[in-house]
T-cell receptor, first 117, second 114 residues
Framework: AQTVTQSQPEMSVQEAETVTLSCTYD???????LFWYKQPPSRQMILVIRQEAYKQQNATENRFSVNFQKAAKSFSLKISDSQLGDAAMYFCAYRSPGIQGAQKLVFGQGTRLTINP | DSGVTQTPKHLITATGQRVTLRCSPRSGDLSVYWYQQSLDQGLQFLIQYYNGEERAKGNILERFSAQQFPDLHSELNLSSLELGDSALYFC?????????????FGSGTRLTVV
């Protein structure tokens, strides 16, 4: 079974600085998808960024980018120019390839990010 | 509004009782997933339905059951509730296609068992 590990329970960064959140996963599959979700105090789950394993190019979304290392099974999230609104719990998630009906997300335990003004 | 509707938003009930959580998926999405999030924990997958049929099962207790109706809304039934069942229960939906689309989450139902 696939597992996702986030080794940093908590991280903090100064406003406007850059922070990197780590995620590793374990799988025997070659094609899969990876996600980062943000959960602010409202507890809503918000998709931040996603990466297809077959793509070598790292995904970017504005101030958010990933460093996808397939061989190392590593998927880190970099947040540039951190803003107070980035404070949240961040979850890394894994999705198996497109087997019909078997596409659940497997989540890591999360990293709580604090932004210091 | 994410497009996934969960009701109720909050629920307080006593131990031993039974509750039903409801989820309406985003329009056009055939798959519904239920997740449990205990305090400061990650999301644990409970169960998935696709177009009315159960497709995947996670660590769902025997006291819990779910179904998806012809109109695609889903209900999660929790019975013989225990204090440890207090958690945030999320529903998510996704469309069945090969695009690596993400999942749309509802705002959750916060269940408190007293």
């Amino acid at each position: 079974a696939q597992t996702v590990t986030q080794s940093q329970p908590e991280m903090s960064v100064q406003e406007a600085e850059t922070v990197t959140l780590s995620c590793t996963y374990d799988t025997s599959e070659s094609d899969y998808y990876l996600f980062w979700y943000k959960q602010p105090p409202s507890r809503q789950m918000i998709l931040v960024i996603r990466q297809e394993a077959y793509k070598q190019q790292n995904a970017t979304e504005n101030r958010f980018s990933v460093n996808f290392q397939k061989a190392a099974k590593s998927f880190s999230l970099k947040i540039s120019d951190s803003q107070l609104g980035d404070a949240a719990m961040y979850f890394c998630a894994y999705r198996s390839p497109g087997i019909q009906g078997a596409q659940k997300l497997v989540f890591g335990q999360g990293t709580r990010l604090t932004i210091n003004p | 509004d994410s497009g996934v509707t969960q009701t109720p938003k909050h629920l307080i009930t006593a131990t031993g009782q039974r509750v039903t959580l409801r989820c309406s998926p985003r329009s056009g999405d055939l798959s519904v997933y239920w997740y449990q999030q205990s305090l400061d924990q990650g999301l644990q997958f409970l169960i998935q339905y696709y177009n009315g049929e159960e497709r995947a099962k996670g660590n769902i207790l025997e006291r819990f059951s779910a179904q998806q109706f012809p109109d695609l809304h889903s209900e999660l039934n929790l019975s013989s509730l225990e204090l440890g069942d207090s958690a945030l229960y999320f529903c998510a939906s996704s469309s069945w296609d090969t695009k690596p689309a993400g999942y749309t989450f509802g705002s959750g139902t916060r269940l408190t068992v007293v």
